[in-house]
């Protein structure tokens, strides 16, 4: 049985201790196993302090920004062999491993770009020069400088590639030491992109640990930062931990989200905002199995819409096979794991007691190419609720697989804007209409309570890559209950793993310092 090894202070080891399997989610058969200790975290953060920071200091956007270049083609170079890892272990049909992996090259290919566009500099400037004095000689420039520390990033276990990418791309341009945790269950990918970019990299520029975090968070200090995509209550963990509030590390959380889908009141189903607005929501509940934090769990549709909607949806769901995701007639997987599967039965049951069937039942169906009993697989559910406000069960809890609930309601946009704010905070709702005093009212009022907000309509339709796809030139992340983080979002994502500093002085030194 293989042993997956971590890449710490420079070596590939095991580590020791108990074991824990990596299995196939499909067959239950295990793959690999991770050992749950015993590695040297001290001297990998002192690794990273010193080689790590010592490399990248030397480096300036555009260099950072070659090397994220040179990662991106290695993912090209294995896509084949990271997908099949993906079948195996995440339950990846492969549309869904191809959404990961190329999103993760994708991701460092456009942050490889911007590092050639910030070019040779190492401090960004924030905003223009300002004039601080009696006259133009005294300014004031804020800038963001390299923070002294080493980046933490703790994943989750739905987007091992893309997890590892997205926060890796911004780290290493912004110029931070890299110590990165996928999550244990899907973590064959992780693993093997980082054996693909170890060679590419200087060394202690990226770090990776195989297995639970352990005293991990236990070497942090000032300047280090931690970036954490995960459940609420690991969160909550994380919010607490010692060291974090000891010595103040600046933490990025994306956690669970209620995402919404509401269909504004001018719309057709049959006309394209319609047909993209149904596409949108049957994706999102079936891609990856519905592990998507972006996807869609909470459906608003004009009550005189609201049968249609269920009927079309209903009839779309249920054409999708499930089973066996290296079969090519197979759309839907398994999920992840046994604990996942019956984290998604228990919210099934929840709702179930709160809302009417459309489409499901209790999940339970007979999966395609896979061997009686085995595998974590839960069909499509659709519940329905005519009163969506008042509905606990669907606004207070994230039910992360294949289901979704349809609401109903009065087509007033304030209205559509409470329900998105009912989910206390989350990564992205979606609105489908083309009348924009409606649109205006309703981004007015949801703003506040989204990452992102995506407007669907007539016009944008053909383009459009859906709610559930996070681009790296938009920002991700959300307020309350989705964390409170922001990730990506183009040059503000180098942020995070940056310091701002107001400079004052000569204005013709600052303008120097900024590269004017
Ligand atoms: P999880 O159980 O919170 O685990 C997330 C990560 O945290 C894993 O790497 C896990 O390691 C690690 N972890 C667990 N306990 C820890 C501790 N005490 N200290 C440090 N690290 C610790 O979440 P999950 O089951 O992987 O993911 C599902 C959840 O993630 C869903 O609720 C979903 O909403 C959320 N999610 C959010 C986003 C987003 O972008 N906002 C994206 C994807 C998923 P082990 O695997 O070794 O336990």
């Known amino acids: 049985m293989q042993l997956l090894a971590s890449y710490l202070h420079g070596t590939w080891s095991t580590g020791s201790g108990s074991r824990t399997a990596l299995v196939n989610p499909t067959t239950e058969e295990v793959l690999a196993e991770v050992s749950t200790g015993g590695h040297d975290l001290a001297a990998a953060f002192a690794h990273a302090r010193e080689a790590g920071a010592r490399e990248l200091a030397g480096m300036t956007f555009a260099q950072r920004g070659t090397l994220l270049g040179a990662l991106a083609k290695a993912i090209h170079g294995a896509r084949e062999e990271l997908i099949a890892l993906a079948v195996a272990n995440g339950g990846n049909t492969r549309g869904d491993a191809k959404f990961d992996i190329d999103g993760g090259a994708v991701t460092l290919s456009y942050y490889a770009e911007l590092g050639g566009k910030l070019g040779t500099g190492t401090l960004l400037a924030d905003g223009e020069p300002i004039q601080v004095g009696r006259t133009a000689r005294m300014g004031g420039q804020h800038v963001w400088a390299r923070r002294r520390g080493v980046a933490v990033h703790v994943n989750a276990f739905n987007f091992p590639a893309w997890g590892l990418c997205e926060k890796l791309a911004c780290a290493l341009l912004a110029g931070m030491p890299v110590i990165s945790k996928p999550a244990t269950a899907t973590a064959l990918v992780a693993h093997r992109l980082a054996q693909l970019f170890e060679p590419l990299l200087p060394k202690g520029v990226l770090q990776l640990l195989i297995g639970p975090a352990g005293s991990l968070l236990d070497h942090l200090r000032a300047g280090d930062v931690v970036a954490f995509t995960g459940g609420s209550s690991t969160a909550r963990t994380l919010r607490t931990h010692p060291k974090i509030v000891e010595h103040g590390v600046r933490l990025n959380i ?144 994230e039910v992360f697989g294949p289901v979704s609930t349809v609401g109903a309601y009065s087509g007033d946009a304030g209205f559509a804007a409470a329900f998105v704010a009912r989910g206390d905070g989350c990564l992205v709702s979606s609105a489908y209409s083309d009348d924009r005093d409606w649109v205006a009212s309703f981004v007015g009022a949801a703003a506040p309570w989204a990452g992102r907000l995506y407007l669907g309509s007539s016009k944008m339709a053909s383009q459009s890559p859906g709610p559930g796809t996070v681009l790296p030139s938009l920002l991700h992340g959300g307020p309350g209950r989705a964390g409170g983080g922001e990730e990506l979002g183009g040059e503000r994502g180098l942020h995070f793993y940056m310091q701002r500093c107001a400079l004052e002085g000569d204005a013709s030194v600052l303008k120097s310092l900024v590269g004017g």
């Open 254 to 397: 994306e956690a669970d989200s209620l995402n919404a889908a509401i269909l504004g009141p001018d719309v057709d189903l049959g006309s394209e905002a319609g047909a993209l607005f149904l596409a949108d929501v049957v994706r999102d509940m079936t891609q990856k199995t519905g592990q998507k934090c972006t996807a869609i769990r909470r459906v608003l549709v004009p009550e005189a819409r609201f049968k249609d909607v269920c009927e079309a949806i209903r009839e779309r769901v249920a054409t999708i096979a499930i089973g066996d995701p290296s079969r090519e007639d197979v759309r839907m997987g398994p999920l992840a794991t046994a604990a996942q599967r019956d984290d998604v039965r228990a919210g099934i049951a929840r709702l179930a007691a709160a809302t009417e069937a459309v489409h499901g039942g209790t999940g339970d169906i007979t999966p395609v190419g896979v061997p009686a009993g085995k595998g974590f697989f839960v069909g499509p559910v659709v519940r329905s609720t005519t009163s969506p406000m008042d509905c606990a069960p669907l606004n207070d809890h």
